[in-house]
Each structure stands twice: as structure tokens, then as C-alpha cells.
């Protein structure tokens, strides 16, 4: 493994964590209907298979306050209201007829302020998965180092170019945070 390889790895390893931060914050209710919020609840659909939503049916947000699901095979509509039950959001779904129906209730500011330390708690969590996507390039340059491939500048600099990396993906995770936690505060 070479110095560059180890960097690419480094960033790759950043990039998911950034990117996994973002999948979770887009399932963090706001009290703004989003797509997000159902579509990878788990549906036992068809005699013990079990399927994400969005592999069942068309969900659209209509409105600002309400999310709609409209199943693809309307033998689904039980297990997909089922489903939506258990998964434990907090919204209980209308059915009528062959469509689902999602009313998105308005935020109390105490559940506002238990969301924003949910969120900051998972930006921590990927925070803590960039610093060891830091250390473990680091401790892979330095044996690279030792092992005589590289030379102290290069493993100087490079060890410069993972911190930057490092910085870099932190503070992309603390915008996503200030910009969920402006949305989760905003009535």
C-alpha cells in the first residue's frame, strides 16, 4: 500500500461518514412532511419478506404536513400500516381506501430541543468515525515510514494532508448539524 492509496482510503472512509450523517438526518422528524422520514421502515410483506417502504410503494409528501403512500399492490396496504405502526416515528397512518395517509404533527418545543440533542449525539457518532478514519491513515503512513518506503518529509507531509482531510469532513459534519438544527428550532 502506498501513501497516495492511504489518503484515498482516508477520504473515502470521511465521505461515508458524512454521507451516513446525512441519510440519518433525513429520517430525524421536523415537523415537515418529508419521503425520508418512512421510506427505509422495514414492511413484512409477502408470507415473512420483509422489504424497505420504498421498494412497496410511491411516497410523496403533498403537503407540508403530510406524507402520502400509495402501495403498488394494494394487498400491501395491512402490512405497510403495520408497519408504519411499529417502526415507533410517533404518526399513525390513515388508510382509506388503497392509499396511506401520513398526518405530520406540529413539534412541541421540549420534543424540538430532545431532537437536537438526538442529532448532535449522531453528528458526534460520525464525527468520532472521521477521527478514526485519521488515525488509522496516520498509524499506516508512519508504518509505511518505518518500513523505509517513504521518507520523514513525505510522511510529514502527508500526515498534513490527512489532517486537512480530517478538518475538512469535520466541518462539513458541523454544517450539516447547524443547518438540522435550525430546521428542527424554526416553528
Known amino acids: 500500500m502506498d501513501k497516495d492509496t492511504i489518503l484515498l482510503e482516508a477520504e473515502e472512509?470521511?465521505?461515508k461518514a458524512q454521507a451516513h450523517l446525512?441519510?440519518?438526518f433525513?429520517?430525524?422528524?421536523?415537523?415537515?412532511?418529508?419521503?425520508?422520514?418512512?421510506?427505509n421502515i422495514s414492511i413484512e410483506a409477502y408470507e415473512g419478506t420483509h422489504m424497505k417502504l420504498r421498494e412497496l410503494a410511491s411516497i410523496?409528501?403533498?403537503e407540508p404536513r403530510l406524507v402520502m403512500i400509495?402501495?403498488?399492490d394494494a394487498s400491501t396496504v395491512d402490512a405497510i400500516r403495520r408497519g408504519i405502526e411499529t417502526s415507533g416515528i410517533?404518526?399513525?397512518?390513515?388508510v382509506d381506501g388503497k392509499i396511506i395517509r401520513l398526518p405530520i404533527p406540529e413539534l412541541s418545543q421540549e420534543r424540538r430541543e430532545e431532537m437536537v440533542k438526538i442529532i448532535k449525539r449522531m453528528?458526534?457518532?460520525q464525527r468520532v468515525v472521521v477521527r478514526h478514519a485519521r488515525r488509522d491513515a496516520l498509524e499506516a503512513l508512519r508504518?509505511?515510514?518505518?518500513?523505509?518506503?517513504?521518507?520523514?518529509?513525505?510522511?510529514?507531509s502527508a500526515e498534513k494532508d490527512v489532517q486537512k482531510l480530517t478538518d475538512t469532513y469535520v466541518e462539513k459534519i458541523d454544517k450539516s448539524l447547524a443547518a438540522k438544527e435550525a430546521e428542527l428550532l424554526k416553528i
Do not use: F, H, N
Not at 90 to 94: A, C, D, F, Q, V
Not at 143 to 156: M, P, R, S, V
Open 13 to 15: 472512509a470521511m465521505e
Open 22 to 24: 446525512t441519510s440519518e
Open 26 to 39: 433525513a429520517k430525524v422528524r421536523t415537523g415537515k412532511a418529508s419521503p425520508a422520514l418512512v421510506e
Open 60 to 62: 410523496t409528501a403533498p
Open 70 to 72: 400509495q402501495p403498488w
Open 90 to 94: 410517533g404518526i399513525s397512518p390513515l
Open 123 to 125: 453528528a458526534e457518532e
Open 143 to 156: 508504518k509505511l515510514q518505518k518500513d523505509g518506503t517513504i521518507t520523514e518529509d513525505e510522511l510529514e
